[in-house]
């Protein structure tokens, strides 16, 4: 299973960037697809999810209403848009794949992906 994530960027405060997780080895149909994310020293915040078997999302208090995950079951990609940027958005951001949202969200990912960057400037 590979995770490979893009997209990532430097982008000034109130833009937007699609990031996109492309997955191998698996069909995104069959799982739960999860972003996170992650700045030098501290936890993995996650920030998104959505359930390839019913399409239910999820978002972290502090994304809702900014960001929107959705899938392309055709690419095997999902793609995580992110709006209305702000500086606290900068972080490294992942994927990663489990096999439902619910576990994905305590981080508990059965693969991770390598990460891209994400720098909002003010």
């Known amino acids: 299973v590979q995770l490979v994530e893009s997209g990532g960027g430097l982008v000034q405060a109130g833009g937007s960037l699609r990031l996109a997780c492309a997955a191998s080895g698996i069909t995104i149909d069959d799982y739960a697809i999860g972003w996170f994310r992650q700045v030098p020293g501290t936890a993995h915040e996650g920030i998104s999810c959505i359930s390839g078997r019913n399409g239910s999302t999820y978002y972290a208090d502090s994304v809702k209403g900014r960001f929107t995950i959705s899938s392309d079951s055709g690419k095997n990609t999902v793609y995580l848009q992110m709006s209305s940027l702000k500086p606290e958005d900068t972080s490294v951001y992942y994927c990663?794949?489990?096999?439902?949202?619910?576990?994905?969200?305590?981080?508990?990912?059965?693969?991770w992906g390598q990460g891209t960057q994400v720098t909002v400037s003010s």
């Open positions: 990663a794949v489990r096999s439902s949202c619910l576990l994905l969200m305590y981080g508990l990912g059965d693969y």
